[in-house]
């Protein structure tokens, strides 16, 4: 949603995160990093956040065993998408700041603005 403060994820869709429960399959899984990816601007770190799950997306084929580390990764990403910040728009005013970050997994650059 974007209104004069900002852009914020939909409040409909946050609802939707609180009530849903762990994948049970692969095509649920994909539904629900298809939803997370749509948000990711809002959650700092998304890709390392995601990893435990997407390595199931990497195991065609294998059982669907869902375990620990993958669970703890989804219940971070739905606790982070609906704490989600406003990400205001830029203004004449304020700092730019320029975030990178890198891992084994993922690497990532992040433009922002510091504002009252």
């Known amino acids: ?11 409909d869709a946050v609802e939707a995160v609180l009530t849903s429960k762990s994948p ?14 749509y ?3 809002f959650i ?3 890709e390392d956040k995601v990893h435990p799950m997407q390595q ?19 219940q971070r990403i739905k606790k982070e998408l609906c704490e989600a910040p406003v990400l205001c ?4 005013k304020g700092m730019c700041v320029l ?12 433009l922002h603005q510091e504002q009252e």
């Open 24 to 37: 049970k399959t692969e095509h649920q899984l994909m539904s629900f990093l298809g939803f997370a990816n």
């Open 44 to 46: 700092k770190g998304y």
């Open 56 to 74: 199931f997306m990497r195991h065609k084929g294998k059982k669907f065993t869902w375990n620990d580390a993958a669970e703890e990764s989804f």
């Open 89 to 92: 728009m830029p203004t004449a």
């Open 1 to 11: 949603m974007v209104d004069k403060h900002g852009i914020r994820p939909d409040p």
């Open 99 to 110: 975030d990178t970050d890198a891992s084994v997994v993922a690497i990532s650059g992040i």
């Open 39 to 41: 948000y990711r601007e």
